[in-house]
């Protein structure tokens, strides 16, 4: 039985706009072409395997589904490239620009580096997606996920990380109000977290260094935890939460957290009673 490596085939400087026009491609190169025009086909390079892509433009409909093995390269997908990356595994895109919606959904380990994501509901129902360098805006970003990363990524949109279990989040700054509902095992540090009602019905929610922006954060929660953090503009925090926090200055209102203990050096105001469940939890200020 022979261990040759398959040649590479080399597909360079053409233009497809034909359905399915690279349908079930293997060991290929697609460089410098363009998937657009009036025959406005779908599914470009749908099943393929083995697959590098450099220097493309993609502006027909899902034009990497259901690939396993693929590495895209200082390409774009178009407003018009809708739903361009589902059902696929084991890829990367690296200084690439997505505009499509529904980018990347039901994928597992995939990669983006050096991006720049405009993209509503990006990132649904994966397991293993990771973004480094990465200017992203979405709205319910990574709903349903599993095993996501983050680091150096800017952020903007809303409904943020809903229902994501295993979640970490490095050097990021996020503007996203209602993040992080419903989410499971995340671990945010040294980033910046603005958004109103941010993490209601988490569990295992931790904040290392972290700045936390807006109004009503951390309600009803299990198991959360902020460890040298600051919070600005946050009143009617921690309401029916269980909570152990660090934080540095003010807080603007804590209300009927559920237990725990909140240590800070300010509280403007802490609001008990009238509450629907047992409330234990204590405001400690440092002396």
Not at 195 to 216: D, H, P, V
Request: overall charge negative.
């Amino acid at each position: 039985m022979s261990n040759t490596t398959p040649e590479r085939r080399i597909i360079r400087g053409q233009n497809f706009d034909e359905e399915r026009a690279l349908y079930n491609t293997t060991c290929a190169s697609v460089e410098c072409c363009n998937f657009a025009g009036p025959q406005d086909g779908e599914s470009a390079l749908k099943e393929s395997r083995d697959i590098k892509v450099k220097q493309c433009t993609f502006a027909l409909r899902y034009p990497l589904w259901h690939v396993v093995g693929f590495d895209v390269k200082e390409s774009t997908m178009e407003e018009t490239c809708r739903a361009p990356i589902w059902y696929a595994r084991d890829g990367e895109l690296k200084d690439c620009t997505i505009r499509g919606v529904k980018a990347v959904r039901e994928c597992e380990n995939i990669k983006l580096t050096n991006c720049t994501i405009n993209s509503t509901e990006f990132g649904w129902k994966c397991d293993g997606i990771t973004l480094k360098n990465v200017t992203i805006a979405s709205e319910y970003v990574f709903l349903d996920s599993r095993n996501v990363s983050l680091s150096d990524v800017t952020l903007t949109g809303k409904y943020s990380f809903q229902y994501v279990d295993g979640l970490e989040i490095k050097n990021c700054n996020l503007d996203t109000k209602d993040a992080f509902w419903h989410s499971k095992n995340v671990t945010v540090k040294n980033s910046v977290v603005k958004g109103e009602y941010l993490a209601w019905f988490s569990e295992n929610l931790t904040l290392i260094n972290c700045k936390i922006i807006g109004t009503q954060p951390f309600c009803y929660c299990k198991n959360l935890k902020l460890v040298n953090c600051t919070m600005v503009g946050c009143d009617l925090a921690f309401e029916y939460s269980e909570v152990d926090a660090d934080v540095k200055g003010r807080i603007d209102s804590v209300k009927n957290p559920k237990s725990g203990t909140i240590t800070c050096d300010e509280v403007g105001e802490i609001i008990t009673g009238n509450a629907v469940m047992e409330c234990s939890g204590q405001v400690v200020i440092r002396d």
